[in-house]
């Protein structure tokens, strides 16, 4: 089934890193990929997405391409703030306003100033 | 606009007991999802629905019952609680031809 793998484990890292967190993905059509993000106590919240290969998604200082060649819609940001400690979700969708999305298991991201 | 809100935000449930979880948005959306979350599993979806009188499985669907009467609202019944079933549970909607789904604040279930 289609599925999304993540890096494992949490990332820390000093204010002003660089940050990146891997993602993967295996499915059967063309999927739209997606980066959730989830802050202490919160729901969900889309971060960026992009919706077929080579698309790059952005916000807020992040920014994810979809490589269809590698399956993969690695998340990075150039100078992490104390802000963006959260839980960050890579998830893929087939079908388009279709409301079932596949999740990684998430990687916590504690940034230290 | 609240958005998706849910009720209750915690609960403790003893083994054999029923609940239901509640979901709204006043977004009019058509889809509403019910999703699990548990340590190092990220989310899974339990149940579906695509618009009023229309569910369906997710891949969790044991133990959960779901409807759908109205647009706004999207309840989760668990009808013998398990402790299995100790997670927090997300609802989310939808609009048809969007990619952004919104999620409510979570509900964080015990089962004893």
């Known amino acids: 089934g289609d599925s999304v793998t993540q890096m494992e484990g949490p990332v820390t890292l000093s204010e002003e890193a660089f940050l990146t967190i891997n993602c993967t993905y295996t499915?059967?059509?063309?999927?739209?990929l997606f980066w959730y993000v989830q802050y202490p106590g919160e729901g969900l919240q889309l971060l960026l997405k992009a919706t077929k290969a080579d698309d790059k998604g952005s916000n807020k200082g992040f920014e994810a391409t979809y490589r269809k060649e590698t399956t993969s819609f690695h998340l990075e940001k150039g100078s992490v703030q104390v802000s963006d400690s959260a839980v960050y979700f890579c998830?893929?969708?087939?079908?388009?306003?279709?409301?079932?999305?596949?999740f990684g298991k998430g990687n916590q991201v504690v940034v230290i100033p | 606009n609240a958005g998706v809100t849910q009720t209750p935000k915690f609960q403790v449930l003893k083994t054999g007991q029923s609940m239901t979880l509640q979901c709204a948005q006043d977004?009019?959306?058509?889809?509403m999802s019910w999703y699990r979350q548990d340590p190092g599993m990220g989310l899974r979806l339990i149940h579906y629905?695509?618009?009023?009188?229309?569910?369906d499985q997710g891949e969790v669907p044991n133990g959960y019952n779901v409807s759908r009467s109205t647009t706004e609202d999207f309840p989760l019944r668990l009808l013998s609680a398990a402790p299995s079933q100790t997670s927090v549970y997300f609802c989310?909607?939808?609009?048809?031809?969007?990619?952004?789904?919104?999620f409510g604040p979570g509900t964080r279930l015990t089962v004893t």
């Open positions: 629905s695509v618009g009023a009188g229309i569910t």
């Open positions: 998830a893929l969708t087939l079908y388009y306003g279709n409301n079932r999305l596949a």
């Open positions: 989310a909607s939808t609009s048809e031809g969007s990619y952004e789904q919104y």
């Open positions: 499915a059967t059509g063309y999927p739209s």
């Open positions: 977004m009019n959306h058509e889809y």
